[in-house]
């Protein structure tokens, strides 16, 4: 079993930003890539942002210039930088692991699930 922790949602407005932070084991860690989702009331899941075991990067086109995703591997940590946040970015985010070298942004194969931290944008 493989424990993700997310944290960092919170209430902003138009323009602002947050970082969404997802931390699993060490062991973990150097195995799983990891991919960023969200949920929106009424909507269906979205893959928005992931990141390969080789540090490779892949984001939805609705947040592409906007979110970044780093690592900070002495932490197990992987951050979402979400920056110019707009009000359709509002939803609940999770963050996953997935025991492959490269994540895709659909949930194929993500085992693990954070808990979902939520992210509100106001205009």
């Known amino acids: 079993q493989v424990q993700v922790l997310e944290s960092g949602g919170g209430s902003v407005q138009s323009g602002g930003s947050l970082r969404l932070s997802c931390t699993v084991s060490e062991w973990a860690y150097s195995r799983f890539c990891m991919g960023w989702f969200r949920q929106a009331p009424g909507k269906e899941r979205e893959g928005v942002a992931s990141i390969g075991l080789d540090g490779s990067t892949a984001y939805a086109d609705s947040v592409k210039g906007r979110f970044t995703i780093s690592e900070d591997n002495a932490n197990n940590t992987r951050y979402l930088q979400m920056d110019s946040l707009e009000p359709e970015d509002t939803a609940t985010y999770y963050c996953?692991?997935?025991?492959?070298?490269?994540?895709?942004?659909?949930?194929?194969?993500?085992?693990?699930w954070g808990q979902g931290t939520q992210v509100a944008v106001s205009s």
């Open positions: 996953a692991a997935n025991p492959r070298k490269l994540c895709p942004l659909s949930s194929t194969g993500y085992i693990y």
